[in-house]
């Protein structure tokens, strides 16, 4: 296993976020969260980055514990995530808003091949190169944030609701784009997501969440096709 969560037991002051959240992801693997708004999916990613620490339980990533660790830190140790809201640097270049992702390297061969698998990777980045981030439009700004976490050269990257207010054309090349991270590069990917169709059909695995509290998982393929899957998330009838 490449992370697991056991227990993991988060407040914010005295309201409950995460209540016994366990959850497992291997190693080049796929994970979906899904859930409605305030299920717990982001309190997830923002207790395995450090940005909030458990009252309980254990978070451990290639076989040390990371609760208790600073996010510099956990990103160190090769973890990325996407925020949700995309949060730019809005009047920097798209260059210096990629080059942030990699504040932690000092291996600067290594950084430049980076940079240049980002542009292969995303052709639309390339194109405005030298534009300012906050002229992008959402899709493309989308793209950007998630070419900035690649420049940290992760292991496991995490991504908070990627397809959210973005065109329906991009939110497809967004996805596919996840698929192909994992697949080309072997980057293990947990994905957070209210599109739960899109979520399901690019994730191997996947845990639906509801008030703090794991409800289902299972194989995404078989989850596609539960009922209570269907009903709640995918506009399906019971």
């Known amino acids: 296993m490449l992370l ?15 209540k016994g959240v366990s959850l497992n992801l291997a190693e080049g693997e796929t994970v979906a969260l899904i859930g409605a708004n305030g299920a717990g999916k982001s309190s997830i990613l923002r207790a ?11 978070i451990t990533y290639r076989g040390d514990r990371i609760d208790g660790k600073s996010p510099a830190e956990i990103v160190k140790m090769g973890i990325a995530m996407v925020p949700e809201g995309r949060r730019v ?6 260059r210096d808003n990629l080059l942030m992702g990699a504040f932690t390297r000092s291996d600067t061969a290594g ?5 240049e698998a980002v542009l292969t990777r995303f052709p639309r980045l390339k194109e405005r190169y030298g534009q300012q981030a906050g002229t992008l439009s959402g899709g493309e700004q989308q793209m950007m944030v998630i070419g900035r976490a690649l420049m940290a050269a992760p292991k ?4 908070d609701e990627p397809s959210l207010g973005i065109a329906p054309k991009l939110v497809q090349d967004i996805a596919r784009a996840i698929v192909a991270i994992s697949r080309d590069e072997g980057v293990s ?5 209210q599109n739960s169709r899109m979520a399901l059909s690019i994730s191997a695995r996947a845990y639906a969440l509801s008030t703090g509290t794991v409800a289902l998982s299972g ?9 209570r899957i269907k009903a709640a998330y995918l506009g ?3």
Do not use: C, Q
């Open 111 to 115: 950084i430049a091949r980076s940079l």
């Open 48 to 58: 395995i980055t450090g940005l909030r620490k458990p009252r309980a339980g254990t």
């Open 219 to 227: 194989a995404s393929a078989d989850l596609m096709h539960d009922p």
């Open 189 to 193: 990917v947990l994905l957070v997501e």
């Open 156 to 159: 496991l990257l995490l991504l």
């Open 89 to 94: 640097f809005p009047l920097m270049s798209v």
């Open 236 to 238: 399906g009838d019971i």
């Open 4 to 18: 697991s969560l056991e227990n993991i037991e988060l407040y914010y002051d005295h309201v409950y976020a995460l």
